[in-house]
């Protein structure tokens, strides 16, 4: 078995999920006995689906492939608007800074089309403070 990015991006997916679930997620979530949701549900699905999905891109087959600074660059620019909009939602909240996030990854994504930009940029971000917000009466910054 060879390493290549692939199975490298696996492996750290799977170490991520992992961590998530047994480190992360304990950590960040309180326990609380109401709802009918509890708060680490999600995360803890989200973490399981990162390690199957890390598993299953471990063990397939692919070619060698060497690294792009093309591709590394865009990263380090996801990167930095994910970061800076994480800093300007303590500021400003949630409801303000998610939709402008979303449109700009769309967009550096080069998704052009008007309703998946509106389905990602408005619909998502409110339906994620709805959820949270009512379902799991849990309060977004």
């Given at each position: 078995?060879?390493?290549?990015?692939?199975?490298?991006?696996?492996?750290?997916?799977?170490?991520?999920?992992?961590?998530?679930?047994?480190?992360?997620?304990?950590?960040?979530?309180?326990?609380?006995?109401?709802?009918?949701?509890?708060?680490?549900?999600?995360?803890?699905?989200?973490?399981?689906?990162?390690?199957?999905?890390?598993?299953g891109?471990?063990v397939?087959?692919?070619?060698?492939?060497?690294?792009?600074?093309?591709?590394?660059?865009?990263?380090?620019?996801?990167?930095?608007?994910?970061?800076?909009?994480?800093?300007?939602?303590?500021?400003?909240?949630?409801?303000?800074?998610?939709p402008?996030?979303?449109?700009i990854?769309?967009?550096?994504?080069?998704?052009?089309?008007?309703?998946?930009?509106?389905?990602?940029?408005?619909v998502?971000?409110?339906a994620?403070?709805?959820?949270?917000?009512?379902?799991?009466?849990r309060p977004?910054?």
């Amino acid at each position: 078995m060879t390493i290549t990015s692939d199975r490298i991006a696996g492996f750290c997916s799977i170490l991520f999920g992992a961590a998530l679930l047994v480190w992360i997620t304990p950590l960040a979530t309180e326990t609380v006995d109401y709802g009918w949701m509890r708060p680490n549900t999600l995360p803890d699905i989200l973490a399981w689906v990162l390690i199957v999905a890390g598993i299953g891109l471990s063990v397939s087959s692919s070619e060698p492939s060497t690294p792009s600074f093309l591709l590394i660059s865009k990263a380090a620019v996801y990167f930095l608007v994910i970061v800076a909009s994480l800093f300007a939602i303590s500021y400003f909240g949630y409801l303000r800074v998610a939709p402008i996030l979303a449109a700009i990854i769309m967009i550096l994504l080069g998704e052009r089309r008007w309703p998946w930009l509106f389905a990602g940029a408005v619909v998502v971000p409110f339906a994620i403070w709805f959820f949270i917000e009512f379902l799991l009466s849990r309060p977004l910054p």
